[in-house]
């Protein structure tokens, strides 16, 4: 399916390195020079989700399998980018690709490692990525909407019900404000239109806030700024030191969980980034059960039964009949699928279904 989360900011705040840490590999070069990220990079990750273990155990599976997000690796953006500074164009039509944006945050402190403007001030930073998003947006908004306003007058069907949509979010650009602050409460309708319009500040965002080693458990005095900042907004903010998880991410798994001990830490920052990037993209996970595999499933949140069939292969959502459905609590507290079928709690549901997260389904369907 391909759900993207771009890691966007300004250069030199972490990027690569959370990135590398991400994938696992050297495939995003990181070095102490601004735009040394050239090429967006993808990698797809595996979302980590307990649950998994746990229906595989119950269900006796031999393999588990995750399902992947995907995470670009952005170009570094520079003030001036929307009139094309730096990498401006690049960096803009790169996340236009994306469907949501990891913004990263610088919130170390390191004389040795070059600050594009010359000091630490993750909510300033913050606000020059938007202000560049913005301003293109504003300019592309700008351009488009003179034909739908001519339209408009004429009673173009299509431009009367776009229109209104365009204004609104023009309106917030002009306030400063971004397009993503219509989306609380917005109509389906209404949506899919500004999806179409593709406005790089209508994609949500989640704040990243790089920190130093020393301050990955516990945050800081910069930190405390961003989550303020995000809490306004309605946004999330994950904490993590990319340089810890750079280093966490190259051992294997007994070391690692040491080192993480050793840092006051639960688990890796990074399974807490996929999930709040899972979160943010409106993705929900599905599974199917069998003595083969465990293997978890995305779907968009409010997908229904056949439309998740139909990330399996096209022919179950084709010839869809009908999706055996268990709760995963009833799953779990029941023992399983007979044990569950016998206690009435293994529901058939049809095409109307709305899959919940969690849900261990088996398709019925004709071919
Ligand atoms: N939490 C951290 N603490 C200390 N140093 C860090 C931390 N995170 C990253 N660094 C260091 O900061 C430097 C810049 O990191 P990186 O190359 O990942 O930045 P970037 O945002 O990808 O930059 P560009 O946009 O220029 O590609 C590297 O030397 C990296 O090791």
Request: proline share 4%.
């Amino acid at each position: 399916m391909g759900f993207k989360c771009g890691i966007v900011g300004l250069p030199n705040v972490g990027k690569s390195t959370l990135f590398n840490a991400l994938t696992k590999t050297a495939a995003a070069q990181a070095a102490n020079y601004p735009f040394c990220t050239i090429e967006p990079n993808t990698g797809e990750v595996a979302v980590p989700d307990p649950r998994l273990q746990t229906i595989a155990k119950i269900g006796k599976s031999a393999n588990i399998v995750p399902t992947r997000i995907s995470f670009v690796d952005i170009a570094g953006l520079v003030r001036g980018a929307s009139k094309g500074e730096g990498l401006g164009n690049q960096f803009l039509a790169n996340i236009r690709e994306v469907d949501a944006i990891i913004h990263v945050l610088r919130c170390f402190e390191d004389d040795d490692i070059t600050h594009v403007e010359g000091r630490i001030d993750p909510v300033s930073d913050a606000e020059t990525v938007e202000t560049e998003l913005m301003l293109s947006d504003l300019e592309s908004l700008e351009r488009r909407i003179v034909q739908f306003r001519k339209r408009a007058s004429s009673k173009d069907k299509e431009a009367l019900t776009v229109l209104p949509v365009m204004e609104q979010a023009l309106a917030l650009l002009q306030d400063g404000q971004p397009v993503r602050f219509m989306l609380n409460g917005i109509s389906a309708a209404d949506l899919a239109i500004l999806q179409d319009l593709n406005l790089l500040t209508s994609k949500p965002v989640l704040y990243v806030c790089n920190v130093a080693e020393e301050d990955a458990a516990t945050g800081n005095e910069y930190t405390e700024a961003v989550e303020e900042m995000a809490t306004g907004q309605g946004a999330e903010t994950v904490t993590i030191s990319a340089a810890i998880e750079a280093e966490v991410a190259q051992l294997p798994e007994p070391e690692a969980k040491e080192y993480l001990e050793a840092m006051n830490l639960d688990e890796p920052g990074l399974d807490r980034l996929i999930r709040a990037g899972y979160r943010l993209l409106h993705l929900i996970t599905y599974f199917t059960v069998g003595p083969k595999e465990a293997r978890a499933w995305t779907v968009e949140r409010g997908s229904k039964a056949p439309q998740a069939a139909g990330v399996i292969h096209t022919d179950f959502e084709r010839g869809f009949i009908r999706a055996q459905t268990i709760a995963y609590q009833d799953y779990v507290a029941l023992g399983g699928e007979v044990p569950a079928k016998e206690a009435g709690k293994a529901r058939d549901e049809g095409k109307e279904y709305v899959v919940q997260d969690g849900d261990i389904m088996l398709f019925r369907f004709n071919t």
